[in-house]
């Protein structure tokens, strides 16, 4: 280890810091400026766009990387993908750990269900329609991986950390040169299609009088504090006791990622991709064990609290969105500018023109709420689906958030495939394409089961 008042004893530090700071500003712009407030785009978006426009500023300038200055240790583009890498999973881990609510009827079974059927769904066909571009351009550009299309379906469906984990993959076993920062790019287009097209559709409503907008009351006791749970404060917080839970969880994913890896040495990148399905898994695993110390009288008190772990998941999120912005190189992607455009704008109108016609035909009673939420959730995140919704449904009054979060399960199970042709599609690209296109047939038929199959009711 170096003195303290080297840069190696700071460089981490001061890439977090730089982070943070950047949110701060990006937040303070967004309450002076109007139209920042107005466009919905994320703090967390505009603050990694405030350090990507830096950083390009100062190679331009210098000729030098700025985040691979002393300054950041000598190599922070590494901390800043490393960075979006373990965020997106430690979210999800946070967000496994919450207490769901009781028995679900038949009918909000079926509406969870549609919800994470509509999310394959939109995954398969972005991921078509990136595959398509990708193999096209691939005849002009030869140094295009044609899987790289399948990043649209990563970035725009599964958000930042994804798509550069598999970008990263692309890169690393099958030679795409700036797989990481093209992964990136698409999914900060996914961000600001969210944005654009969220507030093209919220102004739409308000033109044709069919919405108010409502930013909702506030947060109530309940929501911050369940019964029997733990003390706020003790002999330990009870923040403190959420991070240890969400990082304890994540190290058995760690252990079972490393066991895996062993026993599978050809699938390694493969397995540590999965990390954020993993981290789901043990914080599964570890509620699971609580639960059941709990009805043994072992332990007497819940651990978990539902409004903390929301904070942490929102904080991992917006430390992933934001260094995930900041770590793209735009030397890298240049020469890809062109299918990069095409990406963004065709995935903006595919993901907006076949949200809104599954939620028009399968959710009559909440169409708006339901569409909003899931194009930006599709678009972005789960954060930037709730931050659309926030604009008509601020109380959350519709059953549509807890669809976000009941989909999940559904999302994953049917989902997965998706994950295993991103590996597969570097070598096979025609032939995933054609299974991608046969999985969304399919993924359709399930989700207006009732409209192909549904008895019709007799006349009397």
């Known amino acids: 280890m170096g003195n303290f008042w080297d840069f190696s004893s700071w460089g981490f530090f001061n890439l977090v810091a730089v982070l943070m700071v950047s949110l701060l500003a990006a937040n303070m712009l967004k309450r002076l400026i109007p139209v920042l407030q107005a466009s919905l785009i994320p703090t967390s978006v505009l603050g990694g766009g405030i350090l990507l426009a830096v950083s390009v500023i100062y190679k331009s300038i210098t000729g030098a990387e700025m985040f691979d200055t002393a300054f950041f240790g000598g190599n922070g583009t590494a901390g800043l993908e490393l960075l979006t890498y373990h965020m997106l999973a430690l979210g999800f881990t946070a967000s496994a750990l919450k207490t769901t609510g009781g028995k679900l009827t038949k009918e909000r079974t079926t509406e969870i269900l549609n919800t994470g059927f509509t999310t394959v769904a939109t995954y398969l066909i972005q991921a078509l329609v990136g595959m398509v571009i990708c193999i096209v351009a691939a005849f002009w550009l030869d140094d295009l991986l044609e899987a790289a299309g399948l990043l649209l379906a990563l970035g725009y469906g599964q958000g930042t950390g994804q798509a550069m984990n598999y970008g990263g993959i692309y890169e690393a076993d099958y030679g795409f040169v700036g797989g990481k920062s093209f992964g990136l790019t698409v999914a900060a287009m996914g961000f600001l299609s969210a944005s654009i097209g969220g507030v093209i559709h919220l102004n739409w409503l308000r033109r044709k009088g069919k919405i108010n907008l409502d930013r909702g009351s506030g947060i109530s006791g309940e929501e911050v504090e369940r019964e029997n749970e733990i003390p ?145 959730m599709l678009t972005g995140t789960a954060s930037t689906g709730i931050i659309l919704l926030r604009e008509i449904d601020g109380d959350f009054k519709t059953p549509v958030s807890d669809n976000l979060v009941y989909q999940n399960f559904p999302a994953m199970v049917f989902g997965f495939p998706i994950l295993l042709l991103a590996t597969m599609a570097p070598t096979k690209p025609y032939l995933t394409l054609g299974i991608v296109a046969v999985f969304f047939v399919v993924m359709n038929i399930l989700l207006f089961r009732s409209v192909l199959f549904g008895r019709k009711k007799k006349k009397k």
């Not at 991070?243 to 026993?263: D, E, F, K, P, R």
Request: charged share 10%; hydrophobic share 55%; glycine share 6%.
């Open 232 to 376: 706020m404060q003790e002999s330990i917080d009870k923040f403190t006791v959420q991070v240890a839970l969400i990082t304890a969880a994540y190290l058995l994913a760690y252990l079972l990622m490393y066991a895996l890896g062993n026993l599978l040495p050809g699938m390694r990148s493969t397995i540590y991709g999965f990390n954020f399905l993993l981290g789901v898994l043990a914080a599964t695993l570890l509620k699971a064990v609580l639960n059941f110390l709990q009805k043994r009288q072992i332990i007497h008190r819940h651990y978990t609290n539902n409004f903390l772990l929301t904070r942490a998941t929102n904080f991992f999120f917006d430390i992933m969105v934001t260094a995930g912005i900041a770590a793209i190189r735009m030397s890298i992607i240049g020469k890809y500018w062109a299918v990069l455009l095409v990406m963004g704008v065709v995935g903006l109108v595919v993901t907006y023109a076949y949200v809104y016609f599954v939620t028009r035909k399968l959710f009559p009673n909440y169409t708006q709420p339901q569409f909003l939420a899931m194009y930006g």
